[in-house]
């Protein structure tokens, strides 16, 4: 059950909608603590400004290919309005000790990922993954002979802190206006 049952608009699985899927190979990780967040104030998962708080800031995961893996899980419940978990997958490969110390340390994480499918408005192009209650590690895998020796990282939602939106899109006013406004929180 949603807190706002029943369906809103027409839904339109065409050709003319139809994604080629996949991501970047850049996403932008941000301490939740450390941003603020803007809604746009009548669709509650649209932010249009996120900012840093003081005088920190954001921080890149580069990738390659198809190295990036985002998205959500419907959480049901029989007694409590449903929710998402939310779902961010990536490998490191990086082997020095400040970079493994760096990942070992990752909880309470907000991340932004960008579509490889583009808008014409720049809207549905910038996906916000933990914006309510940031994102944990939950898988952390490595052996040195599987997948190249690269590290294997999973930060989802914790349980019972799931998000009200599958997902949060993030648009300050356009494409290009968005991709400058999250590069310079970096």
Request: charged share 25%.
């Amino acid at each position: 059950m949603s807190c706002t049952p029943g369906i809103a608009k027409a839904i339109a699985s065409t050709c003319d909608t139809s994604k080629n899927g996949g991501l970047e190979v850049k996403m932008w990780a941000f301490n939740r603590k450390n941003i603020t967040i803007t809604y746009d104030g009548t669709s509650g998962n649209k932010i249009t400004a996120i900012a840093n708080v003081s005088t920190n800031k954001g921080y890149a995961i580069t990738g390659v290919k198809k190295l990036f893996n985002a998205g959500h899980d419907l959480v049901v419940a029989a007694d409590r309005p449903n929710k998402y978990k939310h779902a961010v997958e990536f490998q490191q490969f990086e082997r020095l000790a400040a970079d493994i110390l760096n990942v070992d340390r990752l909880e309470d994480i907000v991340i932004v990922a960008e579509s490889k499918d583009k808008s014409t408005t720049g809207e549905g192009v910038f996906f916000v993954y933990g914006p309510t209650h940031g994102l944990y590690v939950t898988t952390d895998t490595m052996r040195h002979n599987d997948v190249n020796g690269a590290r294997k990282i999973t930060l989802e939602t914790m349980e019972g802190e799931e998000e009200p939106y599958s997902e949060f899109t993030y648009l300050a006013t356009d494409y290009a206006t968005s991709l400058a406004a999250l590069n310079a929180l970096l």
